[in-house]
């Protein structure tokens, strides 16, 4: 048994928790909401992010921040990517001894460009700084909280961290792989939820099966390029962390970006749209940081640009499909 601390009480922290207690790991789970750390603790739900779904009974939770960083040597962190970095510092302040880093994150910091690894390794010490991994793959939270199958992927620039992580979540329902490209992981990751926002348009302007194939296909194309240009491995965006998180994100109900997407192509404002779903789109911070990544690698991002217009200078849903159908003739191998 390990004692560990999950940082984040939304819907996949809270998921991941219950995986790691089913393993009958310690989990401690931090929060800032005292309603939701009661209801972990006294009902073994979390209503707001899971609905009616049971989780764990041995997991407990705590708002203290002090409690959940001196509970364990192994943090997850599942957090928004706006909050990876006041969460890494804040633990930075109390934390010492070594300490192992996985956030369940998928997102790219606008302004700096960094991916999340990035951004803890800059938030803590070397000191206590005992490895930094990444999860993710094809993977709803809801789903993983009532045990249906779902395999992921685990990478770390430490192969030791890696299988560390790998043994810790493995059970008969989530089975874990590792993988050496940390680079293309996170890239595939956070870049995903862009075309989910421009699937879920497409859905709710009335597409069909058609148009939601060219985009996946051609998005994967995009998320490639400049995975590579960033120094991924190409192979990586056919495995769990690319096509899989990406089939996963851009066909289900479950996904809050294909959620907000579908709003948006119903004709909601994106600020409509955000307040409805009174949670975090990641999609949307990571169009702009993908859009100015690839200004600065000159990898060209049709699908990326033309949401990028839509999100954030009011350009026509509409027409930023006819856009993209109209551009200069090319080979598919470009």
């Not at 922290?13 to 790691?20: E, F, M, Q």
């Not at 009958?24 to 939701?36: C, I, Q, S, Y």
């Not at 990406?246 to 409509?272: F, Y």
């Not at 200004?295 to 026509?316: A, Q, R």
Request: glycine share 8%.
């Amino acid at each position: 048994m390990t004692n560990i601390t999950v940082f984040g009480t939304g819907s996949w922290g809270t998921a991941l928790a219950s995986v790691l207690a089913d393993n009958h790991h310690d989990v401690l789970m931090w929060g800032k909401t005292e309603n939701t750390i009661n209801e972990i603790n006294k009902e073994h739900t979390n209503s707001k992010y899971l609905k009616t779904i049971s989780i764990n009974e041995n997991i407990k939770a705590t708002t203290n921040m002090k409690d959940a960083v001196h509970h364990a040597s192994i943090f997850i962190i599942a957090v928004p990517t706006k909050a990876i970095r006041e969460v890494s510092e804040h633990i930075n302040e109390i934390a010492y001894g070594k300490k192992v880093f996985i956030h369940v994150s998928k997102g790219i910091e606008p302004g700096t460009f960094k991916r999340i690894s990035e951004m803890i390794d800059e938030s803590i010490n070397s000191k206590i700084n005992g490895g930094i991994a990444v999860l993710s793959g094809p993977s709803h939270a809801e789903e993983v909280a009532i045990k249906h199958p779902t395999t992921v992927s685990v990478s770390s620039e430490s192969e030791e961290v890696a299988k560390l992580a790998q043994d810790l979540f493995m059970t008969d329902y989530f089975r874990v792989y590792t993988n050496n490209d940390l680079i293309g992981i996170e890239i595939g990751g956070a870049l995903k939820n862009i075309i989910a926002l421009a699937a879920g348009i497409t859905d709710g302007i009335g597409y069909g099966d058609n148009a939601k194939a060219a985009l996946m296909t051609r998005g994967l194309a995009e998320i490639t390029r400049l995975g590579v240009k960033m120094g991924a491995d190409p192979m990586t965006f056919l495995g769990l962390g690319g096509i899989g998180d990406l089939i996963v994100t851009c066909t289900s109900v479950h996904s809050r970006n294909w959620k907000c997407g579908n709003m948006l192509g119903k004709g909601a404002t994106l600020e409509e749209a955000l307040e409805e779903m009174n949670m975090v789109v990641e999609g949307v911070r990571t169009t702009k940081a993908a859009y100015n990544l690839s200004k600065k690698y000159d990898v060209e991002m049709p699908i990326t640009s033309g949401l990028y217009k839509v999100l954030f200078e009011d350009y026509p849903v509409s027409e930023g499909v006819k856009d993209l159908m109209e551009r200069d003739k090319k080979s598919e191998n470009i």
